[in-house]
T-cell receptor, first 112, second 112 residues
């Protein structure tokens, strides 16, 4: 176990709705990254937060947004859900200046 | 543009055999190369990682071979076991708290 937890485990939404996913990082880790993993693909970087500020973003539209809290936990928000948003959403945390990222178990989002 | 290319897409190996998965990268600024193992319904788990200043790293039955001039690296699983059956991802990142870029994954099946 990595110490990174995510909730909920599974989620079913309909197109156009909004969703919030949550992540609790490993103790002492101040950097959190979110990845989207479509079925049969490798994880794709969405964005990263360091000390409550976004400091990197992948090729995802603005309807994907996030937050990091003072305890380093994080949220991923997706507005106006589309069918292609169906995927496993992974949160990863790491300590300052450390390359190794530790992943949580993910949240499986299904958009109908 | 796929920055990390992984092959093969799937692999079947006899129990006790050697599993070999290859990756090639394009960006010479990459300087950290981890391998992750992912079981169905779980998040990726770090297996082993290497930096370009060494050509090989071994941890138990897992070995990374790294060829900087060819921009290639590979994972060797010695004495493969049915419990090794999973999807394996290579990844790469640059210095400075940057995100991971993943390959598309290799589904390994170890048969008795």
């Amino acid at each position: 176990e990595t110490g990174v937890t995510q909730s909920p485990t599974h989620l079913i939404k309909t197109r156009g709705q909004q969703v919030t996913l949550r992540c609790s990082s490993q103790s002492g880790h101040n950097t959190v990254s979110w990845y989207q993993q479509a079925l049969g693909q490798g994880p794709q970087f969405i964005f990263q937060y360091y000390r409550e500020e976004e400091n990197g973003r992948g090729n995802f539209p603005p309807r994907f947004s996030g937050l990091q809290f003072p305890n380093y936990s994080s949220e991923l928000n997706v507005n106006a859900l589309e069918l292609d948003d169906s995927a496993l959403y992974l949160c990863a945390s790491r300590g300052q200046g450390i390359d190794t990222q530790y992943f949580g178990p993910g949240t499986r989002l299904t958009v109908l | 543009q796929q920055q990390v290319k992984q092959s093969p897409q799937s692999l079947i190996v006899q129990k006790g055999g050697i599993s070999i998965i290859n990756c090639a990268y394009e960006n010479t600024a990459f300087d950290y190369f981890p391998w992750y193992q992912q079981f169905p319904g779980k998040g990726p788990a770090l297996l082993i990682a290497i930096r370009p200043d060494v050509s090989e790293k071994k941890e138990g039955r897992f070995t990374i071979s790294f060829n900087k001039s060819a921009k290639q690296f590979s994972l060797h699983i010695m004495d493969s076991q049915p419990g090794d059956s999973a999807t394996y991802f290579c990844a790469a990142s640059m210095q400075g708290n940057t995100p991971l870029v993943f390959g598309k994954g290799t589904r390994l099946s170890v048969i008795a």
